[in-house]
């Protein structure tokens, strides 16, 4: 616990010091209390603060253990503050005790002011308050005990000292504790002694990365004493994201009284088994036809009457209540409900027995110290059909033997007859842990398919989506699951369905139902989809995905291995349903991509009406080097980087053209049109193949005959416009061409079809042609298409803006032409444009607009761009401006554009032609 201004002295691995009891040479080392206040000042103004907000000067701890196992710690620290934010975060004490087993913590303080004066610390200000609750659902008689520093200033010097006494032990077979010499800021010397009677025997161990250990060990009177004389201790480093359970990340000392595990369990047995001493019914209906179907009747009861609740109080932080009395309350904690399932179990004859951890992630509960102290959980080991079954009581939906994540590869303690070692809990594979998700894709030859979703989560993703419907509502489910379609499919929300969340037998799915997906679509000869592989990935950790500099810094400088908390499996399933006329394509085979130690595998299966895309990912071994973390992050980088697949399966039809077998195409297409007798669109596929034949007139006549199958089809008119808009031969424009026929199904299409995007492109495209497939002269018609190609635009269209600005150009809008290029980001077209722009007010003027633009070859280049753009137009002045800023241009070329005159063709004398003579 941290709060601004207070300092919680006593932290799990990060402990104060306390004088070791013997006088040195110097002021530090004399007793408490005992140096002088100018000595003190001295050593601070000797002292190196090393860019820290405070310099520790001396730090002093001593564990004093009794035959019993009780144990005092005492803890002394010297500091001095260096910066105003040392005064505010070293300002205020922080202990905490629990009265169940501690006495109260007494502190004694003095603050030696800049002038050698003295403040002492004043016991009437310490605040004895209950702890803050972890949780709403938390009861416990922690205390905390808080208190002022008084007059801490820059400068000052802090000597501090608090004591913590055992009026019992934990438990009485013995205790664990740890001592973390380190803290967040540098320490010169610091003595740690551990004194215990030699009959209690209290292992002593070093874990973590060594910092020249060098205890002493003294034996007399009945006592051992243990000391380490530690000096120039840097900084702690706070470890690793996903470290093994085997490594400490900084050093430790550990401290255990008990004589064995075995010692442990029996003590804490006698205990729980005093509990558990009063009979508990079973209900009759809970017992089922086998000891596993028992087993699940049983658990499902239990959580549907007793919730969860931390009743930490008195002895109850550590002792369970009896089961009858956590019966008839409806509530407990782990412990309580631990022991009342083992109760229950036993009653139907199935072995069981409640069992200790440490739940994860990070460091384990260490063999070599049997005691209490590292545990915080309790859990069940059944015995059913001859194997454990592992059973948390507090994950309501999770199956019986099937532990969360914090539960997996833990040592255990089993508090059961015989116990003599520690336990490893299960930890699950990859294959164990699947999330699968079947994307089923309903294809249709016109419009955006339909999508659903159906997932199922197995291993400990099994209470995700269960708790998701569970635990919201209708209209939150459906709100959640709207962001989710749009995000995941680019399509709308329709529906969802589960299976009974309750319900936990039975494997869980939920089903989504969307539309008008943007994913997958077709086209007039094709159905296209885009399938992406990195979903797969989505459950990865930051370590392997987080884009962050944080994270990306800790990955790079890491050094230790990395052990998977999530080993799992995530497989997509991507089916795509195919309407009649579409074969799947020959399939490449099953492909495997190694992504480091992971692997991504791609399979393609098809059926008549049918075709699959599945991708397999796998996290692979659980435990991998900081090498191939690295490894493997890069590869999710790269292919995250990467596009999607795009799935393209071609009409039946088209393929036979495209092999040359049209007799055979046309037939199918008669087919098709027979399976759908009311619909345009096949009709408009004939007409096309016609076309391209050569075969104008049929082509024709099938466009028409699809207008009067389905008039209400703006893409029939679509069609009919495009074969109208060529001659007979299927060539754009000549002679043969009905050019006004052809706008005028375009217009009926846009009617009908509002956001046709083809209607609207293809008409503009019409409208700036002339009547023989060349650019119209009447910037009337520039004009009217302009008005189409900025609505696609402002629809979100794509690839426009070349058009907007050749039909600008043509329109003669100068002003129109400057605006739209300026909306544009920098680019060479956006800087011809511009100079172009100029051009229709006079060629100085875009000589100049195109010499303040671009210099040198790019200059050049510009004005070379504007003569090709000036041609066409017949703006032969400003062409004449221009080819003279233009010295590079031969004397040919500038004879001929010197040349050009605008001729009237329409008003021009028509000469008879020369009538040949005939031959003799």
Known sequence: MYCPGMRMVVLVCAFVAVASGLAGAGPLDKPAFTATPAELLAEARAAKPAGHAVAILREDVTFTFDARGRVERRYRTVFTVVEPSGADDWGTIGLDWQPFYQDKPTIRARVINLDGSVTDFDPALMHDAPAVNESPTVFSDRRDLTAPLPRLAVGAVVEEEFVFPDREPLLAAGTVHWIGPQRDVPIPRKVITISSPTALKATVVTRGPAIAWKPTTRTGAGRTVVTYDLANLQPYDDGAVGAPVDWIPYPMIGIATGASWAAIAADYRALVEAKLAAPVTVPADLLAATPRATVDRIVAWLHGRVRYTGIELSQSAIVPFAPADTLARGFGDCKDKATLLVALLRAAKIPADVALLSTGPGTDVDVALPGMGEFDHAIVRAIVDGKDLWIDATEDLLPAGQLPVRDQGRRALIIAAGTKALTTTPASKPADNLIREVRTFRLVEEGSPRVTEVSDQHGFWSDDLRGFVRNNSKDEIAKSLTKYVDGEYGGRYASFASSDPHDLQTPFTLTVEADATDHAGSQRDHLWAWVYPNDALDKLPDSFGGGDAETEAAVKARKVDYLWSYPHSYEIVHRFELPPGYTPPDLPASETRALGTMALTTTRAKAPGLYTVTYRFDTGKLRITADELRAGRAAVRKLRDENGEKLVITLDAAQLVQQGKVREAIAEYRRLIALHPKEALHHGQLAALYLNAGMGEAARREAKLATTTEPTSGDAYVVQAYILARDLLGRPGLPGSDRVAAIAALRKAIALSPTHVGAKSELATLLAQGAHGRASSDPADHRAALVLLRELKAAGEDGYDQRIITA?????????????????????????????????????????????????????????????????????????????????????????????????????????????????
């Open 808 to 920: 600008t150009l043509y329109a003669g809008d100068a002003a129109g032409l400057t605006t739209f290029a300026q909306s544009l980001p920098d680019s060479p077209a956006r800087r011809r444009a511009l100079v172009a722009a100029a051009a229709l007010t006079s060629g100085d003027e875009a000589v100049r607009v195109a010499t303040a633009l671009a210099s040198g070859s790019a200059r050049e280049a510009l004005l070379d761009a504007l003569i090709q753009d000036l041609l066409p137009l017949r703006r032969y002045d400003a062409l004449r401006a221009v080819t003279q800023a233009r010295p590079a241009l031969s004397a040919q070329q500038r004879t001929v554009f010197d040349q050009l005159q605008r001729v009237d063709l329409a008003s021009s004398t028509r000469r008879t032609p020369r009538r040949r003579c005939a031959r003799p």
